[in-house]
């Protein structure tokens, strides 16, 4: 007798119920997840735009501190050097034309383009057999 009690009680368990009644009979168990999840992103998403207003913000800040102070160059501009005997480009000038000697600055005019190239292609050359020759033969 109570086989065929738990042979109907596993029958009545499994039999298919209609879909509205085990639909209202179930908990609603998912409903609770799936609100704690929306609101875990509405969280997240409220952090990365308050992060991203910040970064903007401290960004114009500091291009407008950069736009009141002048830079540099702009403070060169604005003040020139009022005698060129004392404008220290003007110096080293003067201190590398007295250094280079006169007769390399000659060579260099008188020699064509044409010269120039053959002259280096035939260094290059010696550069070239000088490591050939250096090579242990295998």
Same mark, same amino acid.
């Given at each position: 007798?109570?086989r065929?009690?738990?042979?109907v009680?596993?029958?009545?368990e499994?039999?298919?119920?209609?879909?509205?009644?085990s639909?209202?009979?179930?908990?609603?168990?998912?409903?609770?997840?799936?609100?704690?999840?929306?609101?875990?992103?509405?969280?997240?998403?409220g952090?990365?735009?308050?992060?991203?207003?910040?970064? !903007?913000?401290? =960004?114009?800040? $500091?291009? /407008?501190?950069? @736009?009141?102070?002048?830079?540099? #160059?702009?403070e060169?501009?604005? *003040?020139?050097v009022?005698?060129?005997?004392t404008?220290?480009?003007?110096? !080293?000038?003067? =201190?590398?034309? $007295?250094? /280079?000697?006169? @007769?390399?600055?000659a060579?260099? #005019?008188?020699e064509?383009?044409? *010269?120039?190239?053959?002259r280096?292609h035939?260094?290059?050359?010696e550069?070239?057999?000088?490591?050939?020759?250096?090579?242990p033969a295998?």
């Open positions: 007798m109570e065929q009690e738990a042979s009680r596993i029958a009545d499994c039999a298919p119920r209609e879909a509205t009644a639909f209202l009979a179930r908990p609603a168990v998912g409903r609770d997840t799936i609100t704690l999840v929306k609101r875990s992103l509405a969280t997240l998403a952090i990365v735009g308050i992060a991203a207003l910040g970064r !903007l913000l401290t =960004k114009r800040r $500091a291009a /407008r501190k950069t @736009e009141e102070q002048p830079t540099q #160059a702009e060169a501009a604005v *003040e020139p009022a005698d060129p005997a404008d220290p480009a003007e110096e !080293l000038r003067r =201190k590398l034309a $007295a250094q /280079r000697p006169p @007769e390399a600055e060579a260099v #005019a008188s064509t383009l044409e *010269e120039r190239r053959a280096v035939a260094k290059a050359r550069a070239m057999g000088a490591m050939n020759d250096d090579e295998a």
